[in-house]
């Protein structure tokens, strides 16, 4: 029996109603029983035949290179239901984040080479395996190759369906994606043209790929990370909506992936004066006690190195907030050992 089919019939036997356009787009990220594997195809864009308004897909790679004292977070997305593509890029050098955000009408979605305005290009060599990556402007040139270090990791795949539905029915119409993410190597440089300087970057980094319905307005809280240590790739997401707590992650090795169950979260938040002489808060260190599916237990500490506040658009009487933040990040008590990103979502 198919996804849907197991779905339909639930949803017959708890005398639940789901909306037939939300049943026709769950046919579509998760129908049959091939969708929720991961497939060298899940790499390009996801076309359907129609589009829900909520409805996006987006691509997103980082590196940290403290050696080079540069750091970038990068992220294209899609709106195909009014084709329109945000376009993200921060380059964090010296510490000093660079911002550039571009938003903008498209003709139709590209398939393997992502570079909508010429500043921000993706280019897809070998799926699941390598990506070239660049951003221009007037004042840097970034090119990079990254390369997988480890398997991707897909949230879905081998989850139990109707377990799912059970603990999520009430979020099919806000937070219905396929996801997955990877743990990478990333070389390359950077050109500082007014400084005519060149940096090479040579580090460990991180993507992740997601489609379906995300109702950004929906959510009130989350933090994911994306650790790199030296033997290992720790990626956590806690998301909470309403009353709901969604928790996704894996651990990635040479030798496999292991899916993260349950983790427990202490966020530390400071007052600070940002150069405007406006007073903000945002998260400066953070506790995590993650088990995983074995039940093995791990600490992880972060603390922020370097970071930038990006205002989400959300229609509420409450300042909402995305804070990138480049983060140390520390493991069952050792010294910091490992860096990343922590990003939080949260409201005041």
């Given at each position: 029996m198919?996804n849907?089919?197991?779905i339909?019939d639930?949803?017959?036997?708890?005398n639940?109603?789901l909306d037939?356009?939300?049943?026709?787009?769950?046919?579509?990220?998760?129908?049959d029983?091939?969708?929720?594997?991961?497939?060298?195809s899940d790499?390009y864009s996801?076309?359907f035949?129609?589009?829900?308004p909520?409805?996006?897909?987006?691509w997103?790679?980082?590196f940290?290179?403290?050696?080079?004292?540069?750091d970038?977070?990068?992220?294209i997305?899609y709106?195909p239901?009014?084709m329109k593509?945000?376009?993200l890029?921060?380059?964090?050098?010296d510490?000093?984040?660079q911002?550039?955000?571009n938003r903008?009408k498209?003709?139709?979605?590209?398939e393997?080479?992502?570079?909508?305005?010429?500043?921000?290009?993706?280019?897809?060599?070998?799926p699941?395996?390598?990506?070239?990556l660049?951003?221009?402007?007037?004042k840097?040139e970034?090119?990079?190759n990254?390369?997988?270090r480890f398997?991707?990791?897909?949230?879905?795949?081998?989850i139990d369906?109707l377990e799912?539905?059970?603990?999520?029915?009430?979020?099919i119409?806000?937070?219905?994606?396929q996801?997955?993410e990877?743990?990478g190597?990333?070389?390359?440089?950077?050109k500082?043209k007014?400084k005519n300087q060149?940096?090479?970057?040579?580090?460990l980094?991180?993507?992740d790929?997601?489609w379906g319905?995300?109702?950004?307005?929906?959510?009130d809280k989350?933090?994911?990370i994306s650790?790199?240590?030296e033997d290992k790739?720790?990626?956590?997401?806690?998301?909470?909506?309403g009353?709901?707590?969604l928790?996704s992650?894996f651990?990635?090795?040479?030798d496999a992936n292991?899916?993260?169950?349950?983790v427990?979260?202490?966020?530390?938040i400071?007052?600070?004066e940002d150069?405007?002489?406006?007073k903000?808060?945002?998260?400066?260190k953070?506790?995590?006690e993650?088990t995983?599916i074995?039940?093995?237990?791990?600490?992880?500490?972060?603390?922020r190195r370097?970071s930038?506040d990006?205002?989400?658009?959300?229609?509420?009487k409450?300042?909402t907030?995305i804070s990138?933040?480049?983060?140390?990040?520390s493991?069952n008590g050792?010294?910091?050992?490992?860096?990343?990103?922590?990003?939080?979502?949260?409201?005041y």
């Open positions: 198919s849907i089919d197991k339909k639930y949803l017959k036997e708890n639940l109603q037939d356009k939300y049943l026709k787009f769950l046919e579509y990220i998760g129908g029983d091939d969708a929720l594997k991961l497939k060298d790499e996801h076309l035949p129609e589009y829900l909520n409805w996006s897909e987006s997103y790679f980082n940290i290179d403290e050696q080079a004292g540069v970038w977070v990068s992220r997305s709106n239901f009014d593509s945000n376009v890029s921060v380059l964090f050098i510490n000093n984040p911002v550039y955000v903008l498209i003709d139709e979605m590209p393997d080479r992502w570079d909508l305005d010429k500043k921000v290009t993706y280019e897809l060599v070998k699941h395996s390598e990506w070239n660049k951003f221009e402007d007037r840097f970034l090119d990079l990254w390369k997988a398997e991707s990791f897909s949230y879905l795949e081998g369906i799912y539905l059970e603990d999520y029915i009430d979020l119409g806000k937070a219905s994606q996801h997955y990877q743990g190597i990333v070389k390359g440089t950077l500082l007014k060149e940096r090479k970057i040579n580090c980094g991180h993507r790929h997601s319905i995300r109702e950004w307005q929906a959510v989350w933090n994911w650790a790199q240590f790739t720790i990626n956590i997401a806690k998301v909470i909506i009353d709901n707590i928790v992650g651990i990635s090795t040479k292991i899916r993260i169950k349950d427990e979260i202490k966020t530390e400071i007052e600070y150069k405007f002489g406006s903000n808060k945002r998260p400066e953070s506790r995590f993650i995983d074995d039940d093995k237990k791990y600490i992880i500490k972060s603390r370097t930038i990006l205002p989400v658009p959300i229609p509420s409450i300042k907030v990138e933040q480049v983060h140390n990040f493991l050792s010294d910091y050992e490992g860096t990343g990103i922590s990003e939080y979502l949260y409201k």
